[in-house]
């Protein structure tokens, strides 16, 4: 999987990856998280199940284009206090659907985690010939009081940020003891080797999670957009999830007509290697059984 960019729009270029032939998937990754976060071994087994897959980094991380200005502080995200330069998901949905138009992609079946989850959704909401299908992982639709970070969730995400590689490895171990899948063995080294290559790629990365978390709270509560989404939709979503409660799945499936939610039990906001088999298979049926849809559809 080498290393590609592509030019999405307004200044923006966006570093991405890609594994396998035949139908068109791309994976939108969360908060913070840089495309290596949906891991190899993940995307090897959907590629194994005749996909091609395409991970990218979003803006503000990894390899992809920084936002120049000053990341807003506590203080600014609870008074909602925005940079004028500051953007928003549906900033991120358009970038989103250039890289479509830079793989040349008509359409693509979405899968995103988290944040990547609220990114997918506005694209299907707004751009609906572009998504063949919808996979919303542990992701929620900005309503009040639902979807929300437990509080000892918010006190880490606000702890000072690490300053060398050895401090975001330990952080990032921290976080993953606290609102990982407490129904599977931890993975330290796992955790410890991908946070490595976050911050080889990525140094002192804090400043564009925090741009992209104001960009999250800058949308809002976007469940009457939800609504609108009519690609077919399967929501996954762990009940042991610290960082997105589990509420904030049942609301995303609730909004979405006809959309099927799946509670993974022992899941976290992580997907851990014994879940991928699960993932996968959970991932490959939703999209079979809505290729075959539209396939009898076309026939008819």
Known sequence: MSEQTAEVGRGITLAYDRQGRGTPLLLIAGLGQQKHEWHDGL??????????VVRFDNRDVGRSTHAGFRPPGPADLLRKRWHPEQYDLGDLALDTVGLLDALRWRSAHLVGMSMGGMIAQIVAARYPDRVSSLTSIFSTTGALRVGRPALSTWARMFAKPATTRAEHTEAAVAMYRHIGSAGY???ENRIRATAGITWDRDPRPAAGVGRQLAGILKSGNRTREVRTITAPTLVLHGDRDRMVAPSGGRVTAAAIPG???HTLPGMGHDLPEALWPTLVELVDTHIRTTESRSSDASNH
């Open 43 to 52: 995307v090897d087994l959907l590629a194994e199940r005749g996909y091609d």
């Open 185 to 187: 063995p931890l993975d």
């Open 259 to 261: 959309a099927r939610l």
